[in-house]
């Protein structure tokens, strides 16, 4: 038998039996995943309608606050607690004048507020603005000031008004007959925002606000109602007997709040389904009792400092709630099948996939037997086959690796022969020019003898040439040391003042060709080697990037720590290095400068200087256009300061 049709015997059992006890699972676990969905879902709603029912009736905190500071309604207290105390109010008209013209004009810009009242300790009205009109105060009183609305005599109102903190806000049910001269009778959905008014720390009187019951219809109106769910809003644990269980919201009944502003006694509203239900938790599910739907419902407290509850409860229809997890089962099911179908297709796949890179792998081995170049096996397959693709591939990179390293390794044989000739070269001529050099340093010293201490320019002119010369002597020698191949004299030195000694040498050469020298020095650190040599090399390279960059151009020298390595850049704007002598451009005596202007020396000795000095050099074409020239020098230490210098 095959190994891949034996194979597939093994798989496609595998696969089909595990499968199908996945499937009941997933469906079981669907179902409580997609329950738990939608109670986030339609509780994330509730709980939104609550804030924003919440932030509607703060508002209200707020603005009353803010109209009890004002200064008509300051200027009226004191006036207020004269009338309280059964006083004569001097000058109560006026600021009776001056506060409804205050509450007229605000009225009209927060159109929101429906009726303003100023009322006395005992509830009477003595101020109120409705619509942004005033109603004039017409009742005749015992006393010389009139009422606009007299309270009834309520014991329940009057001991609402009076349990209000002096320094809190707090809310009542005005007396009915407040409400009916707006137009309205029954129970008020919501209670008005009182503050009290105190004048030397005694209450004089209450500002109330009516609340915008327009407004709440509309945030809830907006409010998204999910799974097609019914709205629905009530009282709950109310100290008022009248309006304990009443309905305040219903989108099955139609009620609004407004429209809750209608002759209903609470033993009526009770007869709704929603208030017949226990709501055991703050927050929860429970089902109707027709079996028909579900309800969801979440408690608030709207208003602070107060045990009475508002239930917002969304029903939902079952149908709603399990038609998309029937459909999710049907899909799930004909997922099943599908999958069972495919799980043919697949063990016959798997079976192909594990002979197949048998085969290549037996393939491969074949073709590097018989010296054909070994191509990468692409690792794939079970864990053996793996394994030996990988062995096999690791075989083949190691080749490939000791190749490269050969062809390094005579590269470096031949670039050492071509440097060999410049020892070979220094040796011959290195004595010629030395001789002239001593000659100089003999002439200079006996004219710097003979000069008077006077001529000062000149003296130092013959210095310089001295300094010079001494410099050329000891470079002639270090070449002298390199072509015998002998160890540079090495000794530790600080990079930063190098740097710039160095750079100060190509100053001449820059400024004659009107090329600007920019640095980046990073921090300063300490190179150990022979110091002359090295600088030699960096300045081969410096002259280099001049004469490659054009007239005006510049060139970029940057300095900075690269692990254990200094790496020195030295960038010119110049041509860059053709292809086809990017092989040749260490090579001695080779030069791409007209004849006569080039000796094609620089980079070999830079070369040789860097590698005696376990370094590396090397030379690439930028980006952007010309080429950088790279030395990787190691360090022997490193300290804090930091130098930048531009030429």
Known sequence: MKLKTNLFFWIFPALAIPMAGLALFTMAHNEKLFRQDINREIFISLNSIAVALNKRLHTE????QGLANVPAVRQFVPLLAQVDAGHQAPGYPERAEQLNRFLEIFQSVRQSLNTVRVLDTAGNTLVMIRSGHRIPAMLETLGDIPYVEEAPDDGLFRKALGDIRPDDVGVVVLPEDYYASSGLAGNVPVMNTVMPLVYQGRVAGYFTIDAPVPQFDRILAVAQRPYNGELVIA????????????????????????????DRTGQEVAESRFTDIRFPDPTGVVEDPDGSSLIYYYEMMPYPGSLLTWVIGLRVNLDAVVAPFFKRNMVLLSGVVIALLVSLLLAQAGAIQIASPIRKLAANLASYKHGISAVPFKVQGPDEVRLAGEAFNLMVKNLQTAEKDRDEAEFAMLQSAK??????????????????????????KLLERRLPESDVEVRQDVRAIKEEAERVSRIVNAI??????????????DTGPWLLETLELVETEAAKRHISVQTEIGNNTVLEGDRDLLQQALVNLLLNALHASPEGG?????????????????????????????????????????????????????LGIVQHHGGTLELKNNPEGGATATMLLPVGGQSNDRLTQAV
Request: net charge negative; no cysteine.
């Open 419 to 444: 440097l060999a000739s410049i020892g070979q070269m220094a040796a011959g001529i290195g004595h010629e020019i030395n001789n002239p050099l001593s000659n100089i340093l003999s002439l200079t």
């Open 61 to 64: 905190q707020d603005i009353i």
């Open 554 to 606: 510049t060139v970029r020298v940057t300095a900075g720590l690269s692990g254990q390595f200094l790496q020195l850049s030295v960038a010119d704007q110049g041509a860059g290095i053709a292809p086809e002598v990017a092989g040749n451009v260490f090579d001695p005596f080779f030069t791409t400068r007209p004849e006569g202007q080039g000796s094609g020396l620089g980079l070999s000795i830079s």
């Open 235 to 262: 009282e709950q644990d109310s100290t008022l007997p009248a309006r304990a269980g009443l309905v305040l919201y219903d989108d099955r009944e139609g009620i609004t709040l407004l429209s809750a502003y209608t």
């Open 480 to 493: 002298l040391n390199f072509g015998r191949q002998s160890h540079p004299v090495r000794a530790s030195f």
